[in-house]
């Protein structure tokens, strides 16, 4: 009987106890996932609602706008009639952008959320096609976007270069011009994106200007080795650009001849530019002589063209390496070559000043070359840039499409003079 009554008083304490040890385990864990879910991180998602059209943001955000670390949003921007979808965008430094009308992005950081529209007739006639990598000698994929006429074929083509102090920005910025560039059906545009320079792509080695010069002309190679597919004639290249754009399209019609496998600086010396992009099967000899041939007109905007205004940018005291990146110090005879440009600069802008240009101008002069300086009244820095607030776009519309058309008409009387 004593170990009968033993055992079931044993077994009543045994129950009890496990009851007694369920309750707490699940206590425990009530109290980590409540702690796990007070410290998790969020962030603040704002949305700003645009003209033409709605966007409306999967999983609604909540009233305060925190949304939890890793949770992925669905943007849908729904165009109202007549317009169509010209970006989704992360608003930023450098807007992220993606050109269609649904896109997902995974929260990681305070952000806000938009969507721009444009009227649809200002997209007939054309097809674009985005992100064409080119190369990627860094962590940033190299790309550039395709703005074809219906129909292309051995159209000339244009390389528009970006602005932004060669440390933001990328291609996205320049659709707005190159947009105009085409509408007549004459041209194939090409806007290209580089490398940023010092670190802020997150490379370890810092890029160099070098570095991006070299990016262009890859860019180049890589639109020219796709001719046929583009529509373009591959000998027939005009190279524009904004601001440091500016800068780069001179570099690249007055420096082919700087193009070669000889390293820049590694020699006393020598300072060649060796694309990011190569042909297959080419030497740099061939591309060298192929872009000389190529690249028959530019049109730098706003641009930094001489060594001293670059050296607030690239830091050094080496002349030798100014001089090489400087499109003034590189300026060819025109009895050589012929690089004939069009310089534009509005006359407010407060970083490109009229004497710099005019030196540039002058310089260009001297060594025989066809050279047509305007400024453009009332314009103030990077009137060609294109971003998805209605200021900017307000600032194109007022002094960007006229003078697409200026420029176009200057690359028309060497692809077209005929007309």
């Known amino acids: 009987m004593k170990t009968g009554l033993y055992g079931s008083s044993n077994n009543k304490f045994s129950v009890i106890f496990l009851g007694i040890l369920l309750i707490s385990i699940i206590l425990f864990q009530n109290r980590i ?37 890793g949770t992925v949003l669905t943007i849908n921007a729904t165009p109202t009639d007549g317009f169509a979808i010209d970006s989704c965008y992360i608003a930023g430094r450098t807007n992220i952008e993606f050109m269609t009308e649904q896109t997902k992005i995974t929260v990681d950081k305070n952000m806000t959320l938009g969507a721009s529209f444009i009227e649809k007739d200002e ?22 976007d395709v703005f074809k006429p219906d129909g292309a074929q051995n159209l000339p083509a244009i390389v528009i270069v970006h602005g932004g102090g060669w440390s933001m920005n990328c291609e996205d910025v320049m659709r707005g011009l190159a947009r105009e560039l085409v509408k007549s059906g004459q041209y194939v545009a090409f806007s290209i994106d580089y490398r940023w320079i010092g670190n802020g792509d997150g490379d370890q080695t810092p890029v160099t200007m070098a570095n991006i010069i070299e990016d262009v002309y890859g860019a180049i190679l890589h639109i020219q080795d796709h001719a046929k597919e583009y529509g373009i004639d591959p000998t027939k290249i005009a190279v524009t ?25 590694a020699k006393e010396g020598v ?45 050094g005291n080496n002349n030798e390496e100014l001089k090489a990146i400087a499109p003034m110090d590189n300026i060819p005879n025109a009895s050589e070559r012929a690089v ?80």
């Open 241 to 265: 650009g904004d601001s440091a754009g500016g800068h780069l399209s001179a570099a690249a019609i007055n420096m082919v001849n700087r193009i070669g496998d000889g390293g820049f600086g």
């Open 271 to 315: 300072y060649e530019y060796k694309p990011t992009y190569m042909p297959a099967g080419k030497s740099v000899e061939q591309v060298r002589k192929e872009l000389t041939e190529a690249i028959k007109v530019a049109a730098p905007s706003y641009g930094v063209f001489d060594g001293g205004s670059l050296r607030r940018f690239v830091g």
């Open 340 to 419: 004939p440009q069009l310089l534009l600069r509005g006359t407010t802008d407060n970083l490109i000043n009229n004497a710099a240009v005019q030196t540039y101008t002058d310089a260009l002069k001297a060594a025989g070359q066809t050279v047509e300086y305007v400024q453009v009244p009332g314009a103030s820095h990077a009137f060609f840039d294109w971003k998805p607030d209605a200021r900017t776009k307000a600032t194109f519309k007022q002094y960007g499409v006229p003078y697409a058309a200026t420029m176009k008409e200057f690359f028309d009387k060497v692809f077209y003079p005929e007309k």
């Open 123 to 144: 997209l007939k006639g054309f097809t674009t096609i985005n992100n064409v990598v080119y190369a990627q000698p860094g962590v940033k994929k190299l790309k550039y």
């Open 33 to 69: 996932t409540m702690g796990n879910s007070a410290s998790q991180e969020t962030f603040k998602v704002t949305v700003t609602q645009p003209e033409n059209g709605t966007l409306t943001i999967t999983p609604a955000l909540p009233e305060n706008g925190k949304v939890a670390a």
